[in-house]
């Protein structure tokens, strides 16, 4: 939702009146850009960038002042120990404890702290202040496993004066070089570097040191300047002062990709795949890539600007080799790219916190995101509803509304699954309560939604309204566990309740607390099939610095803000899936929560939206690399408003709109309360029905989707991938982000995205056969684009040779009314005529998939004949669940472009395991002309989905 700064008292009072009313109209206004700093009124990240320019100009005479004591290294058990060397002033020296671990993954951390000190001016001088140490606990919250170290890494028997070098990875075919003076690391794989630390001397880690009023006389920095200090210890932006305690102590390095043109990733922002270069030139930014979770009304497209989430992991990617880095650090950061003809430099400084840095070596897409999931976890499998048709708006306004609206999306024979409420249901906006007005009976609701397997969704944010008479916020200050402000005391701030206060959820007994708060006889009014919705968990503060929270504000354990900034909100959505998970004691669901702010770990727990967008065509086009980028990132369930935030789509748009949101992992229609209501049957014809089969054709392939989804929670790969991921050697591709492939199924879809379109232009890289997904037309061609017809009617989808592809045909109001419906299976044949699949399939509900409670097929055609054969693990909960799908068979196969000697078949034999004897089906084989396929149909082969079978041709 929008967010509104300094809001007086009266003009909350005032605007939430008008909001009730329907009266408020929000201008057409872009990104008010004096609300959020520039690199130049960010103190840490001026200095960070002055640093590179001066060692720029300085260029073979500058000699970085951090050395390795070579005389302190330690290497045992995978890790390498010694201290580095900040030379500050001749011959004071600054020591910084730095561990090189070589996992047993072959990723590779670097960690970089510094040294405590016991003196009055380090300790915490007083309760209410912050700890004077570096806060080095973002990985509790991003990362979950892959840390073993390594049994093999070994320190090199090749020795050189002034190197370290360590043997590592598989067949310890990678090498770090770590040379001593200056410090600077080298990854090697197979010989080659790919990925270098300091190679340009920008390191840099501003080290404690006691405030002194008067600078000494003559006090320099290390390049020999007069050290710039007016940031130090405080800092003003929009008339708000922060207070820095413990003065400068951001960390900056320089991390080069030589031999890599091409970077993706570092999401939240507005911007193609392929990451551009930072230091201007045409097609360019002037600023860097800024990571620093915030509320951004109506954000701008193409810029390097924050947005809501943060993940800190980049891809360096070419012909054959990807490479990455995850920069782990929960404070303010800001990246610098600059590029050569043949190398990438990139720049990271964040403002607090320590140098802590895992190194990838590749070599392929897929292995990032598995060694990255290894380490910050695979998205979540939801329940299937979740990956079905949310329809939301802002606001449904009565119970009544919810249950017109659920009953003529059947009128109109539209499937949905989800309904959403935004905070109007609220009682004067207080989070786990109903208006009595408004929503009286919401038990009724959602018992009507409850029939048709439906489910609601309410929105809960982290601000809780400052009211005495409120249970809940008396609850939280009694008990202490609200954000303090810099002085200790209860943190006060604005948001739609008016005066509010702000759950600290790096508390653990803010966490039990919550969640008790979501039992169904504290949250009444609610049933199982009740989610939630967080947001505003930036956090949002309207009248708060940047539309947040002030830096120096105290968090538990005397963390300030400005240390944990983008991990607060993975914080909030930790606590609210494990109160999902305890709603009622035995009763054990997969949890579904949307979440606005996000860091690395939060696809553990969470969908996300690309948050509050415009119905215009830029916006539509832009949500497919934001959200391709974000599922190369290791956060997959992502999606974007379909039709736009703000503002009235046309026709037009909204329909391509939904023919584009149809692709999305998420997929959600969402507008702003002062829009036109534009649920689907509310839209003229022909459009209404254009939108009505796009709808259809999501829950058509929801087998495929599902599986997708299953493929991604146990290896970390997108559900939907860009070119580059799929045809990682083809270089005319690497920049493509407009079209996108769903899972491992072949389906290549590129909606149309442009008004008044009635082609596309589908980029194929190689030399396989594509078929159009409605009629079978062929295109073929390698590295070249093919224009596909596109008119309105129409949604450009190919589908590659040589995939099998899992569908229901039948339509249903929802995924839960399909659960026992039959299958149609879709050879695409390839060059050899052979095709491969799977199929996942559990109860979309439990957790019972976890205990063997699942059915995951490999479906594989050889020319002659299709086998289906088992890959599941079995588990306890296996044959109770394949009890329950005995009976859901496959109703239809469908060959493409199948052999022609089959024109004179009429039948197909079936053999099924425990079958007495064989069986037969019919085969029909369609001619089609004008540069469509042939295609053959088996009618009704009735095996069953879960059990071991062979047709032959």
Request: charge should be negative; charged fraction near 25%; hydrophobic fraction near 35%.
């Amino acid at each position: 939702m929008m967010a509104r700064s300094r809001l007086s008292s009266s003009w909350t009072l005032l605007f939430s009146l008008a909001i009730l009313l329907g009266c408020l109209v929000i201008p057409g206004v872009s990104v008010k850009h004096e609300n959020f700093k520039k690199c130049a009124q960010s103190g840490f990240c001026k200095r960070n960038r002055a640093l590179a320019d001066d060692v720029s100009a300085k260029g073979t005479s500058w000699s970085s002042p951090y050395e390795l004591d070579h005389t302190d290294l330690h290497f045992e058990n995978g890790q390498l120990k010694g201290t580095i060397l900040k030379t500050v002033s001749s011959p004071q020296k600054v020591k910084l404890p730095l561990l090189i671990s070589f996992l047993e993954s072959g990723v590779a951390r670097v960690t970089v702290d510094e040294e405590k000190r016991i003196n009055g001016d380090i300790e915490i001088r007083h309760e209410s202040q912050a700890r004077k140490e570096r806060y080095n606990d973002a990985q509790t919250w991003a990362l979950i496993g892959g840390l073993d170290l390594s049994k093999s890494a070994t320190l090199s028997a090749e020795t050189q004066d002034g190197f370290t070098k360590i043997a590592y990875g598989p067949d310890n075919s990678y090498q770090a070089v770590i040379r001593h003076a200056p410090f600077s690391v080298e990854f090697q794989r197979d010989g080659q570097t790919h990925v270098q630390f300091n190679d340009k001397g920008y390191l840099n880690m501003e080290h404690w040191r006691p405030k002194v009023e008067v600078p000494a006389e003559g006090e320099q920095d290390v390049l020999g300047a007069k050290e710039d200090e007016s940031t130090w210890w405080e800092e003003t932006f929009g008339g708000n002062t922060d207070t820095k305690p413990r003065g400068p102590e951001s960390v900056g390095l320089d991390i080069s990709f030589p031999g890599y043109t091409h970077v993706f990733g570092i999401p939240e922002h507005a911007d193609s795949l392929s990451l551009r270069e930072t230091r201007g030139g045409s097609g360019n930014h002037e600023e860097p890539y800024r990571l620093y979770n915030s509320d951004v009304f109506e954000y701008e497209l193409n810029s390097p600007m924050t947005l809501y989430g943060a993940i800190p992991l980049m891809q360096a990617h070419r012909k054959d080799s990807t490479v990455g880095v995850f920069w782990l650090n929960a404070a303010e950061t800001w990246i610098d790219i600059v590029k050569s003809k043949a190398d990438t430099q990139t720049h990271w400084f964040s403002e607090a916190g320590q140098l802590d840095v895992f190194v990838f070596l590749g070599p392929s897409p897929r292995e990032i995101s598995k060694k990255y999931g290894e380490l910050t976890g695979y998205t979540q499998l939801p329940q299937q509803f979740a990956i079905a048709y949310h329809q939301c708006r802002w606001n449904y306004v009565t119970d009544e509304d919810v249950k017109e609206v659920d009953r003529n999306f059947d009128k109109y024979q539209i499937p949905y699954d989800i309904i959403w409420l935004d905070i109007e249901y609220l009682d004067d906006r207080k989070y786990f309560t109903w208006d009595p007005l408004t929503f009286p009976d919401p038990i009724s609701m959602e018992k009507q939604l409850d029939e048709s397997e439906r489910k609601l969704v309410v929105i809960i944010d982290p601000h809780i309204k400052n009211q005495d008479k409120f249970d809940i916020s008396k609850e939280m200050k009694s008990k202490g566990l609200a954000t303090r402000n810099k002085d200790g005391d209860i943190y006060e701030g604005w948001c739609w309740p008016g005066s509010s206060n702000w759950i600290d959820c790096f508390n653990p007994a803010a966490i039990k607390w919550w969640i008790s708060l979501f039992k169904y006889d504290r949250f009444k009014g609610t049933l199982p099939n009740v989610f939630i919705w967080n947001d505003m968990n930036e956090p949002s503060v309207f009248n708060g610095p940047e539309t947040t929270m002030p830096k120096d504000n105290l968090h538990h354990g005397n963390w300030e803000h400005r240390d944990v900034h983008n991990v607060n909100g993975i914080t909030f959505v930790n606590a609210t899936y494990q109160a999902m998970l305890e709603r009622k004691k035995g009763e054990i669901r997969r949890p579904f929560i949307l979440t606005r702010s996000f860091y690395a770990g939060a696809q553990r727990m969470s969908a996300m939206w690309t948050g509050d967008n415009q119905a215009t065509w830029e916006h539509l086009a832009i949500s497919l690399p934001m959200v391709l980028n974000n599922g190369i990132s290791g956060y997959p369930f992502a999606g974007a408003d379909v039709g736009g935030f703000f503002h009235n789509p046309s026709k037009e748009l909204l329909t391509r709109w939904y023919q584009t949101g149809i692709w999305y992992p998420f997929f959600r229609a969402h507008a702003h309360i002062d829009t036109r209501r534009r649920e689907p049957y509310l839209i003229q014809e022909p459009f209404r029905s254009i939108i009505t089969q796009a709808i259809r054709l999501r829950y058509q392939l929801l087998p495929a989707w599902y599986t997708a989804f299953h493929e991604a929670s146990v290896n970390g790969t997108p559900i939907v991938r860009p070119q580059f991921y799929v045809h990682p050697t083809d270089e005319a591709g690497f920049t493509i982000d407009d079209q996108l492939y769903l899972g491992s199924t072949g389906i290549l879809a590129k909606p149309a995205v442009s008004e008044e379109a009635t082609s596309v232009d589908i980029y194929i890289a190689d030399d396989e056969k594509y078929y159009d997904y409605f009629d079978y037309t062929v295109y073929q061609g390698a590295g070249k684009h093919h224009s596909v017809p596109a008119p309105m009617e129409k949604i450009p989808v190919l589908m590659q040779g040589g995939h099998i592809i899992p569908r229901k045909d039948r339509p249903r109001r929802s995924s839960g009314l399909m659960k026992y419906d039959p299958y149609t299976l879709v050879i695409v044949l390839d060059k050899n005529s052979q095709a491969e699949g799977s199929l996942y399939v559990d109860d979309g509900e439990t957790f019972d998939y976890q205990r063997g409670g699942y059915v995951h097929r490999r479906f594989h055609f050889d020319g002659s004949s299709l086998v289906s054969e088992d890959i599941a693990t079995p588990g306890p909960q296996t044959a109770a669940y394949q009890k329950t799908i005995a009976s859901v068979h496959v109703e239809r196969v469908v060959v493409v472009d199948p052999p022609k000697e089959w024109q004179s078949k009429n039948t197909v034999t079936v053999i099924e395991d425990g079958a007495k004897a064989s069986s037969t089906a019919s085969l029909e084989y369609v001619v089609q002309g004008d540069g469509k396929a042939p295609y053959a149909v088996v009618k009704n082969p009735n095996v069953g989905i879960g059990k071991t079978w062979r047709i032959e041709f």
